[in-house]
């Protein structure tokens, strides 16, 4: 019998179900289905109701600051959309390295159910995430893109599980908000510009509104997807085949006989370029200037994919093949920063967080703080862009009523990680690499949303701090 491999219509999905769970996951998939638009196409939606929301409510709501927030947005996170497009770039080429890509493979070989490859799927992208955003991104799809090529599991679903335990990452090492908390005279260390004093990496990482959320989730999300498991004949696999084709980027065997084949093939270019890097990296070690920033980061990524492909013929492949991830991502960000620039030169994430806060005690605040942080993220995505936009509201608040700092930044940094869930800038990437649509994927991930809020809230309540 033929497997069917495209995605059904909402009309085609049967509302049927065994359980309540279920049945609310298929009404959700296909209203997700009906009505959710391209990332762009929202991207624009939520440009227009941020400008209207600025007319209608900003303090400073005159045509032209309006216009020249959005333009002077628009193109002030150029470069840091260059960054993290290059960054997405060079993670994806050092995962499609012979010695990583043989790791994937072997480690998407050690399930043989539908639940085990949705749980590995999930913890591989968790613990990826984790430790580094961007390559935990780039891990998550392609992980879950070896994993569909040997286990016949929905798609959508898998990869919905997959992302879910990436958007942890807003919780680990990698954090934007912790490191700027920790980092003495950053720019964007407002706790440090309010307080004098920054917030240490051990205390956001081992605080339990960090780790207990962690904890409670890490159980609770592969549970919550394995009651939303599509049924037998809801089930719409990857196409094996395809995928296979599409991830071989082997070179075609060729003698190099001229001296640009040679050079092109050369591992003595690989090693004077991975040498000036190195090189760079152990000095400003030994002179003190090391940070591991997103620039580093890149350099990073960039030295270890050339060593691994080895030569620089493969590694031009390889980047060629991963540029391809970038084209939506970079078309978007001027659109958030352009909906940035209006909401900050207007006044509208001040009146927003100023509201949401205004009604706050020192019991409530860090979780109104968490509540206006995922507000603020359907508008700003951009974890730099939005930490700038509401920390100098909350860590004044925090300072006066008396609140710890690294409850604010962990709970700004919930809201951040729940809202990627909800919000397609960072599902953007992913999609791509797996080559799957929207509204596949967020259907599941709208459900865990709910119940990471639901989390996350009873810890920032519960929980002393």
Same mark, same amino acid.
């Given at each position: 019998?033929k497997?069917?491999?495209?995605? %059904?219509?909402?009309?085609?999905r049967?509302?049927?179900?065994? *359980?309540?769970?279920? !049945?609310?996951?298929?009404?959700?998939?296909?209203?997700?289905?009906?009505?959710?638009?391209?990332p762009?196409?929202?991207?624009?939606?939520?440009? &227009?109701?941020?400008?209207?929301?600025?007319?209608?409510?900003?303090?400073?709501?005159?045509?032209?600051?309006?216009?020249?927030?959005?333009?002077?947005?628009?193109?002030?996170?150029?470069?840091?959309?260059? /960054?993290?497009? #290059?960054t997405l &770039?060079?993670?994806?080429?050092?995962?499609?390295?012979k010695?990583?890509?043989?790791m994937?493979?072997?480690?998407?070989?050690?399930?043989?159910?539908?639940?085990?490859?949705?749980?590995?799927?999930?913890?591989?992208?968790?613990v990826?995430?984790?430790?580094?955003?961007?390559?935990?991104?780039?891990?998550?799809?392609?992980f879950?893109?070896?994993?569909?090529?040997?286990? %016949?599991?929905?798609?959508?679903? /898998? /990869?919905?599980?997959?992302?879910?335990?990436?958007?942890?990452?807003?919780?680990?090492?990698?954090? *934007?908000?912790? $490191?700027?908390?920790?980092?003495?005279?950053?720019?964007?260390?407002?706790?440090?510009?309010?307080?004098?004093?920054?917030?240490?990496? %051990?205390?956001?990482? =081992?605080?339990?509104?960090?780790?207990?959320?962690?904890?409670? =989730?890490s159980?609770?999300?592969?549970?919550? #997807?394995?009651?939303?498991k599509?049924?037998?004949?809801?089930v719409?696999?990857?196409?094996?085949? !395809?995928?296979?084709?599409?991830?071989?980027i082997?070179?075609?065997?060729?003698?190099?006989?001229?001296?640009?084949?040679?050079?092109?093939?050369?591992w003595?270019?690989?090693?004077?370029?991975?040498?000036?890097?190195?090189?760079?990296?152990i000095?400003?070690?030994?002179?003190?200037?090391?940070?591991?920033?997103l620039?580093?980061?890149?350099?990073? #990524?960039?030295? $270890?994919?050339? =060593?691994?492909?080895?030569?620089?013929?493969?590694?031009?492949?390889?980047?060629?093949k991963?540029?391809?991830?970038?084209?939506?991502?970079?078309?978007?960000?001027p659109?958030?920063?352009?909906?940035?620039?209006v909401?900050?030169?207007?006044?509208?994430?001040?009146?927003?967080?100023?509201?949401?806060?205004? #009604?706050?005690?020192?019991?409530?605040?860090?979780?109104?703080?968490?509540?206006?942080?995922?507000?603020? *993220?359907?508008?700003i995505?951009?974890?730099?862009?939005?930490?700038?936009?509401?920390?100098?509201?909350v860590?004044?608040a925090?300072?006066?009523?008396?609140?710890?700092?690294?409850?604010?930044?962990?709970?700004?940094?919930?809201?951040?990680?729940a809202?990627?869930?909800?919000q397609?800038?960072?599902?953007?990437?992913? =999609?791509?690499?797996?080559?799957?649509?929207?509204? %596949?994927?967020?259907?599941?991930?709208?459900?865990?949303? /709910?119940?990471?809020?639901?989390?996350?809230?009873?810890?920032?309540?519960?929980?002393?701090?």
């Amino acid at each position: 019998m033929k497997v069917r491999t495209e995605p %059904r219509t909402p009309s085609q999905r049967s509302v049927e179900g065994t *359980s309540v769970m279920q !049945k609310l996951t298929k009404l959700c998939v296909n209203m997700v289905e009906k009505v959710m638009p391209d990332p762009f196409v929202i991207a624009v939606l939520l440009t &227009i109701v941020t400008i209207a929301l600025a007319f209608l409510y900003a303090p400073k709501n005159s045509v032209s600051i309006v216009l020249d927030g959005w333009f002077k947005g628009a193109f002030d996170i150029t470069s840091f959309a260059f /960054l993290i497009a #290059f960054t997405l &770039i060079t993670g994806h080429a050092l995962t499609t390295a012979k010695p990583v890509a043989r790791m994937l493979r072997w480690m998407a070989s050690l399930p043989k159910t539908e639940l085990g490859a949705m749980a590995l799927a999930f913890y591989i992208s968790l613990v990826a995430g984790y430790l580094n955003w961007a390559c935990g991104l780039v891990i998550s799809a392609l992980f879950a893109r070896e994993v569909a090529k040997r286990v %016949r599991v929905d798609f959508g679903w /898998l /990869l919905a599980a997959a992302y879910s335990g990436w958007s942890f990452f807003a919780l680990g090492i990698s954090s *934007s908000v912790a $490191l700027v908390s920790a980092t003495k005279g950053e720019p964007l260390n407002i706790i440090e510009k309010v307080t004098g004093s920054v917030v240490p990496m %051990r205390d956001y990482l =081992l605080s339990p509104l960090n780790w207990l959320p962690i904890v409670i =989730l890490s159980v609770a999300i592969p549970i919550l #997807f394995w009651a939303m498991k599509p049924e037998k004949n809801d089930v719409i696999p990857a196409d094996a085949e !395809k995928l296979k084709c599409e991830d071989s980027i082997e070179l075609k065997g060729h003698i190099a006989t001229t001296l640009a084949a040679k050079l092109n093939n050369s591992w003595l270019i690989t090693i004077l370029m991975s040498a000036i890097g190195v090189g760079y990296i152990i000095n400003s070690l030994l002179d003190g200037t090391f940070k591991l920033d997103l620039k580093l980061l890149v350099i990073i #990524f960039f030295l $270890l994919g050339l =060593l691994l492909h080895w030569r620089p013929e493969s590694y031009i492949n390889a980047i060629e093949k991963a540029a391809r991830i970038s084209g939506p991502i970079i078309l978007q960000f001027p659109l958030y920063g352009g909906i940035m620039g209006v909401m900050t030169a207007t006044g509208l994430a001040t009146m927003m967080a100023q509201n949401m806060l205004a #009604f706050s005690t020192p019991d409530t605040l860090s979780f109104w703080t968490f509540i206006s942080s995922i507000v603020i *993220s359907l508008f700003i995505p951009s974890a730099g862009g939005h930490w700038a936009v509401q920390a100098p509201f909350v860590v004044e608040a925090a300072a006066h009523l008396g609140v710890s700092q690294s409850a604010i930044a962990i709970a700004v940094a919930l809201g951040e990680g729940a809202a990627d869930l909800i919000q397609p800038m960072w599902l953007i990437p992913l =999609l791509s690499i797996a080559g799957i649509s929207l509204s %596949r994927v967020m259907g599941y991930t709208i459900i865990t949303f /709910l119940l990471m809020v639901v989390v996350m809230s009873g810890v920032l309540l519960l929980v002393p701090h």
